[in-house]
């Protein structure tokens, strides 16, 4: 309690005074270790902090409810994100009568908001078809041009897989993720822009500790390689979670909850140095991390901004969505290029473009 009210001098008091006087035998004796370093890092981040500005996306992306796990197409035009809020459709009634179990709280539901360029504004969420009230779906990862979106799906008490929907359906039917999908816990991807290299979680057999990062290439013949472990200094025996692959295909943005971090999951980039290799994860600093749990961040194209959800005080919620703008540029540069094809007198577009 006192480490998540940012009084970390009190917290390491009492974390070597349970370490030193409490039983030896007690299975909370294994955490005080990094109970103690995550403390350390906080007192390092805190006194040193970066300088970011967070942004609050507002009211018209954010709620009284829980929202995370944005998703932006790369021209920062169209957000995808996760909210339990109480629904305002044709299930609505039956929603607000509904809820999870496992956290007392609505069940999971997707919804766009596209931007007003001119009013820099974003417009009112809508709600997308596939959701139901009763089953959580989730926002994981967009691909670059934004045509493929990708859901994590959870039944209560059954199967929770990865799935992925295109645009050409209007988001609409849901497909399993198969070269990810198996009998162990999935629950998050990335892509690269070119859409040849794949990042999963999984707690797979095979991995260091807890949930691991693990990566599938294309194959010449258009088929998925089998899932490789991209191990240390990536993955550690704790847990690591929601990977974003920059469009520059060489940063790799994640978050972990080891000892590297200052309380709970916090967000960390590296560099891909070749197929196999990343060089050592560098913590992305406070304020973007807390002593509470911060996942799901993303950047913008010419790195300049990024996105993810967190508890910050002044918030509309329990977890709000806000962009950060970020001072040092940490990845590559990438150009967007948007326009329309003319398919002139031709009635349909020629396949492949």
């Known amino acids: 309690a006192y480490h998540h009210n940012y009084d970390i001098d009190s917290a390491i008091k009492y974390f070597k005074y349970f370490q030193n006087k409490g039983p030896q035998k007690h299975f909370l004796q294994t955490k005080i270790p990094t109970d103690l370093k995550q403390c350390e890092n906080a007192l390092a981040l805190i006194s040193h902090p970066k300088n970011y ?20 197409t790369l021209d920062e035009n169209t957000l995808f994100f996760t909210s339990k809020r109480t629904r305002s459709d044709k299930d609505a009634v039956l929603n607000t009568t509904i809820f999870n179990p496992q956290d007392g709280q609505h069940f999971e539901d997707i919804y766009v908001s596209y931007k007003d360029i001119k009013s820099n504004t974003w417009s009112e969420p809508k709600l997308l078809e596939f959701c139901s009230p009763d089953e959580s779906q989730a926002t994981i990862g967009i691909s670059g041009d934004g045509e493929k979106l990708f859901v994590y799906q959870s039944r209560y008490g059954s199967e929770n897989e ?33 859409e040849k290299t794949l990042f999963f979680v999984s707690d797979r057999q095979g991995g260091l500790g807890g949930t691991d990062i693990w990566r599938c290439l294309k194959l010449p013949n258009g088929e998925w390689s089998k899932p490789y472990n991209l191990g240390p200094p990536i993955n550690t ?33 590296s560099k891909r140095i070749d197929q196999k290799t990343f060089s050592n994860p560098i913590n992305m600093g406070f304020p973007i991390n807390t ?15 990024g996105y993810y959800a967190s508890s910050h005080e002044g918030g509309y919620g329990d977890n709000d969505i806000y962009m950060v703008q970020l001072k040092n540029v940490i990845s590559e540069p990438v150009t967007i290029l948007k326009g329309y094809i003319d398919k002139g007198k031709e009635k349909f577009l020629p396949p492949g473009i």
Request: charged content about 25%.
């Open 53 to 72: 500005k967070l942004n609050n996306l507002g009211p018209n992306i954010n709620s009284e409810f829980s929202d995370y796990n944005p998703c932006l």
């Open 291 to 305: 002593v509470d749990d911060d996942l799901f961040f993303s950047t913008s194209p010419d790195g300049g901004r």
């Open 162 to 194: 990865i799935y992925f929907t295109t645009r050409d359906q209007d988001f609409y039917r849901l497909k399993p993720l198969d070269v990810v999908n198996s009998s162990s816990w999935e629950n998050h991807v990335t892509i690269s822009a070119d």
């Open 237 to 269: 025996p704790y847990n690591e979670e929601s990977p974003f692959i920059h469009p520059d295909g060489k940063t790799l943005y994640f978050s972990s909850n080891s000892d590297r971090s200052m309380g709970g999951f916090d967000v960390f980039f």
